[in-house]
Every structure is written in structure tokens, then in C-alpha cells.
């Protein structure tokens, strides 16, 4: 268990630092013909760093339009999403599509949508067909190039919370459907392993009343889902506004 947690003064600048992190990495990007693979999540920072993203993208010229390399073959995936039609205000696909994609006019086939609003088995199928043939693929696991998580007040990441039973937890499958503590309570997520197995993880975590989770998270034995995270990869990346009490 190994983590750098970078620390920030307010979301504002939490959203700016992770948004120009970002960019810089993908402007660095050795083979821009590979496919990149980033999975994104919801939550209520994620509305200022997809702003922050899609600003600094359109003051330095990085659009898709005017420099195609910055975004090419990165493909967006979701770490989560609710199981609600894609035009629903509580749609993680529709947060990012408004301030990120159509701001920068990503083209249609690099948006990997989950479908929630589907047959749940259906929905977990095409998910993970469309990302194992997308991303880089080891141990019968896709291994994304990033994956951005939040954080809850419960210490909950993607949709995986609290209290479920240790074969859940240890299930292989890429997305699996869980029943949330909080509406809406039907949602996909990505399970431990493709998050264990991930390049680089990113927690953004953000907002009052999360102080103990954050705690928590950073024990050695913490209980949340978010320390089993942590325990499970050898290198993870924690940016925060909290100061952890």
C-alpha cells in the first residue's frame, strides 16, 4: 500500500491542479496512435474539474479540432454510473457529455457510454466487451491508462460501498450491478481488480463531512472501500482539499 497525497487550500484549486496534471500527462503521451483508456466517475467535484478541463483545453488550443494529438484515441470509459436514462439529471454520462465533451467536441466513438438505463445483464455484457477491446488487456483484465475516483462520506468509491460480503467484494467481473445505500440505488461499477489493476488511480476527494473517511482510508487496516483500494495497488495518487481528522 503506497500513496502521494497532494493537498489543496479549495476545490477550486483541487480542480485546476488535477485538470492541468492531466493535460500535461496526455501532451506527454509517447505513442498518441495507442489507444488511452481513462475511466471517469460522478460526484460533485467532477462538475468543477470537467469545467477546469474543458477551460484550460480551449485556452491553450488543446481541442480535439485544434491540436488532435492532445485527446487522440483516448478513449472515456466511466468508473460508475446509475442505472437511469442518459437524459437524467443524475446521469454521470450526461455530466461529463455538457462540460466536457461537448465543450470540446470529443468525437462520438471515444465516448464509451454505459447504458444503465437498459437490462442490467445486457448493459454489464456490452460494458465490458466494449472496454476489452479497447483497452490493453492483461490476466483476462483490462488495464486502463487512468482511472479518476471520488470519494463519499462513507469512504465509498465508484459505486463499491460499504458492508458488502467478502465474495462480492472479490468478484472478477469488470462491471458488476450493485444496489447503493443512496439514490438512485441501481448502479454499474467497476470492481476491485480492474481498479486494483489500473496504471494510474486518481482520487479526487472533495467537500465537507469527509474527514474521517479520508482518515479511515489512509490506515494501514482501514475498513472503507477506498483503503481496500489502496491496499490493493502498489502506487495510488490522492488529491484533496480535506485535512483528515
Same mark, same amino acid.
Given at each position: 500500500?503506497?500513496?502521494?497525497?497532494?493537498?489543496?487550500?479549495?476545490?477550486?484549486?483541487?480542480? !485546476?491542479?488535477?485538470?492541468? /496534471?492531466?493535460?500535461?500527462?496526455?501532451? *506527454?503521451?509517447?505513442?498518441?496512435?495507442?489507444?488511452?483508456?481513462? *475511466?471517469?466517475?460522478?460526484? =460533485?467535484?467532477?462538475?468543477?474539474?470537467?469545467?477546469?478541463?474543458?477551460?484550460?483545453?480551449?485556452? /491553450?488550443?488543446?481541442?480535439?479540432?485544434?491540436?488532435?494529438?492532445?485527446?487522440?484515441?483516448?478513449?472515456?470509459?466511466?468508473? &460508475?454510473?446509475?442505472?437511469?436514462?442518459?437524459?437524467?439529471?443524475?446521469? /454521470?454520462?450526461?455530466?461529463?457529455?455538457?462540460?466536457?465533451? &461537448?465543450?470540446?467536441?470529443?468525437?462520438?466513438?471515444?465516448?464509451?457510454?454505459?447504458?444503465?438505463?437498459?437490462?442490467?445483464?445486457?448493459?454489464?455484457?456490452?460494458?465490458?466487451?466494449?472496454?476489452? !477491446?479497447?483497452?490493453?488487456?492483461?490476466?483476462?483484465?483490462?488495464?486502463?491508462?487512468?482511472?479518476?475516483?471520488?470519494?463519499?462520506?462513507?469512504?465509498?468509491?465508484?459505486?463499491?460501498?460499504?458492508?458488502?460480503?467478502?465474495?462480492?467484494?472479490?468478484?472478477?467481473?469488470?462491471?458488476?450491478?450493485?444496489?447503493?445505500?443512496?439514490?438512485?440505488?441501481?448502479?454499474?461499477?467497476?470492481?476491485?481488480?480492474?481498479? *486494483?489493476?489500473?496504471?494510474?488511480?486518481?482520487?479526487?476527494?472533495?467537500?465537507?463531512?469527509?474527514?474521517?473517511?479520508?482518515?479511515?482510508?489512509?490506515?494501514?487496516?482501514?475498513?472503507?472501500?477506498?483503503?481496500?483500494?489502496?491496499?490493493? =495497488?502498489?502506487?495510488?495518487?490522492?488529491?484533496?482539499?480535506?485535512?483528515? =481528522?
Amino acid at each position: 500500500m503506497s500513496h502521494q497525497l497532494l493537498a489543496f487550500p479549495t476545490d477550486a484549486e483541487l480542480a !485546476k491542479n488535477a485538470a492541468a /496534471n492531466w493535460l500535461a500527462q496526455l501532451r *506527454a503521451r509517447k505513442n498518441p496512435a495507442a489507444n488511452y483508456t481513462v *475511466a471517469l466517475s460522478g460526484g =460533485r467535484i467532477v462538475k468543477t474539474f470537467f469545467e477546469e478541463l474543458a477551460s484550460q483545453s480551449q485556452a /491553450n488550443s488543446l481541442t480535439p479540432q485544434t491540436c488532435p494529438a492532445i485527446f487522440s484515441n483516448v478513449h472515456f470509459f466511466w468508473a &460508475d454510473e446509475r442505472c437511469v436514462p442518459p437524459s437524467d439529471p443524475e446521469s /454521470n454520462f450526461t455530466l461529463a457529455k455538457q462540460l466536457l465533451f &461537448d465543450p470540446l467536441k470529443v468525437p462520438a466513438a471515444q465516448i464509451h457510454r454505459l447504458r444503465g438505463e437498459g437490462p442490467e445483464p445486457l448493459a454489464l455484457k456490452e460494458a465490458a466487451d466494449d472496454l476489452l !477491446k479497447t483497452a490493453k488487456v492483461a490476466n483476462n483484465l483490462p488495464i486502463f491508462d487512468m482511472i479518476f475516483l471520488g470519494m463519499g462520506e462513507d469512504g465509498h468509491v465508484a459505486s463499491l460501498f460499504p458492508g458488502e460480503p467478502e465474495d462480492v467484494i472479490a468478484s472478477a467481473a469488470v462491471y458488476r450491478a450493485v444496489t447503493a445505500v443512496k439514490p438512485p440505488p441501481r448502479r454499474i461499477t467497476l470492481g476491485y481488480g480492474v481498479i *486494483a489493476a489500473a496504471q494510474e488511480v486518481w482520487v479526487i476527494a472533495s467537500g465537507a463531512g469527509k474527514e474521517g473517511a479520508l482518515k479511515e482510508s489512509l490506515l494501514p487496516n482501514g475498513k472503507t472501500p477506498l483503503s481496500r483500494v489502496l491496499r490493493q =495497488r502498489a502506487q495510488t495518487t490522492i488529491l484533496t482539499d480535506i485535512t483528515p =481528522r
